[in-house]
């Protein structure tokens, strides 16, 4: 998809006072939804893809690894882990998340963003770093 395919979307749902788009089509995900003063939030995501384990983790750790859900960032931005720096974490290792449940925050553009777990499970790693940048498609989580 083209940024003035995009652009035309925005106009769209502008013109016709929508507040969120979702289409997804092989492979491709494009959300677009309204965040702070009807600024449009895009986020766009690709097929999440499970990283190959390396040679010395063994076999033990290849199928665990490979048995794992990853969320993944759908933007480039400022990962928060909680809603404010005082605030507990959304979730935590061991955490039950279904694909509603707030895992945590990114802040792109001075808009924070919440993510959802978009799949059901425990929480079994942590991957990303509070307060640190992330990119679009980096691992977050990986759930059992």
């Known amino acids: 998809m083209e940024l003035k395919d995009i652009k035309a979307i925005i106009d769209l749902m502008r013109k016709n006072d929508l507040s969120v788009f979702e289409m997804e089509k092989d ?27 390396t040679a010395a983790n063994g076999p033990a750790a290849a199928s665990e690894t490979a048995s794992l859900k990853e969320i993944v960032s759908p933007m480039v931005g400022t990962f928060y882990r909680g809603a404010s720096p005082d605030a507990p974490p959304f979730v935590d290792v061991g955490a039950k998340v279904t694909e509603d449940t707030v895992v945590c925050i990114i802040e792109a553009m001075k808009v924070m963003n919440e993510i959802k777990a978009e799949t059901s499970g425990v929480v079994a790693e942590v991957v990303a770093e509070n307060s640190k940048p992330v990119q679009f498609g980096q691992v977050l989580f990986r759930v059992r």
């Open 27 to 53: 492979g491709f995900r494009l959300k677009l939804q309204k965040g702070i003063g009807d600024q449009p939030v895009v986020s766009t995501t690709a097929a999440p893809t499970v990283s190959a384990p």
